[in-house]
């Protein structure tokens, strides 16, 4: 149990990255109207941000599998703080899309080599649970980081909350130069082995029912804060309360997917959370001036989304069970490209058709995606699977 406390602090680590990603959606009218751009083109910070994510990660985590985790990490931290110290301070939308390049470079490598220590520092028995807590880090910025970053935004401009996450990171890069232990790095898997399993039907169509789905999702959430806003006419005050209980809706329901993957399969929990998310969307754009109602249709939309993140997790660990770590490792990258990909189309659907168009378009990815998972042969149900949802 001795190291289960450092576990939790790759865990809070993981909430810093988190936030750094998901904080520009809950800000996103406020960095358009501060940097005199369109909101379109402040949604393409985080499909930048995403893409580089994406691309980056595999690539840097190849060329340096050999070195030490501890090292690996705290570099990965001082180039992610760094990206946000250049958010904090240089003024313009271009130098703030570099530093977002620079942020997403450091997340990628943090959250991999975070999740690679968390396993080997775990106590016996306990790997499932530390690499869940880890990436329970990463989920929670959508809880509480998101929120707390529109109320300090509003408080001290948006800007200090990159501010803010620097001067944390600082603190962390101490406390893991002092508490982390020297951590072996691993064999490294050539980046054309990894791809190669792309080849496999089953396997891209697994891929592709992540990137539908969260493309769909991301589509709509990139600009959620403007839809509340323009759309449903929340006010500013009340946003913070509805993204607070939009992320804690997103908790309950990457839980209960879980035991339902466990308990019908990932293929009923696979469809079954895709077809309520694509009627939430679309209710969504009809219920517009009822803020019960809106609070009620994004609480739902939350839970059915993240519903399916488990049951899609077990879905490719048990596709090709001996490359399994590899599919989870691809699986990250498509998830980023997922959410840039969603946050370009919502950035075309809002310049050239209206805000209120995101939601409908959202919901045509989640029914591809559905299409996709009832394309496949029945998914198979594991004992194990309670212990991967909670990743």
């Known amino acids: 149990m001795k190291n289960t406390w450092k576990v939790y602090i790759l865990a809070i680590i993981s909430f810093l990255v988190g936030t750094s990603e998901y904080v520009i959606s809950g800000v ?39 070195l030490d985790r501890k090292k690996l990490i705290m570099y990965a931290l001082g180039v992610f703080i760094f990206g946000n110290l250049c958010s904090f301070i240089l003024p313009g939308y ?129 600009y959620l804060s403007p839809y509340l806003l323009n759309v449903s006419h929340i006010s500013s005050r009340m946003l913070s309360t509805l993204l607070f209980i939009f992320g804690v809706a997103s908790l309950i329901g990457s839980k209960l997917g879980g035991f339902s993957a466990d308990r019908w399969g990932a293929r009923v929990t696979l469809t079954g959370g895709m077809a309520l998310h694509t009627l939430m969307l679309i209710l969504l754009s009809l219920v517009t001036h009822s803020v019960p109602g809106v609070a009620a249709l994004l609480t739902v939309w939350s839970f059915a989304a993240w519903s399916s993140g488990p049951a899609q997790q077990y879905h490719l660990a048990t596709m090709e069970p001996e490359s ?29 058709l209206s805000l209120a168009s995101v939601t409908w378009i959202g919901a045509g990815g989640m029914m591809i995606a559905m299409c996709a998972v009832l394309s496949l042969s029945p998914l198979r149900t594991k004992k194990h699977c309670s212990e991967i949802s909670a990743e």
């Open 94 to 222: 271009g130098l703030f899309v570099a530093a977002r390049v620079i942020m997403a470079i450091g997340a990628g490598m943090v959250v991999v080599t975070a999740l690679n220590i968390a396993a080997k520092i775990a106590p016996p028995g306990k790997q499932a649970s530390s690499l869940a807590m880890v990436i329970m880090g990463f989920t929670a910025a959508l809880i509480i980081g998101v929120p707390i970053g529109r109320v300090v935004s509003e408080a001290f401009g948006w800007r200090s909350v990159f501010g803010g996450i620097a001067a944390l990171g600082i603190i962390a890069i101490i406390i893991l130069f002092f508490t982390l232990p020297q951590t072996k790095g691993d064999k490294p898997v050539p980046l054309v082995q990894q791809f190669s399993l792309l080849k496999k039907r089953k396997v891209a169509v697994g891929l592709a029912i992540t990137f539908f789905w969260l493309g769909g999702y991301s589509v709509a959430y990139t």
């Open 28 to 66: 996103l009218d406020r960095i358009a109207d501060s940097l005199g751009i369109t909101l379109a083109a402040a949604g393409q910070l985080i499909t930048i941000f995403s893409f580089v994510y994406a691309i980056g990660t595999p690539v840097m985590m190849a060329l340096t599998a050999r």
């Open 324 to 352: 399994s770590g590899v599919l989870l490792g691809l699986n990250q990258s498509m998830m980023q490209l997922a959410m840039a990909a969603g946050a370009g189309i919502g950035g075309i659907a809002v310049t050239q």
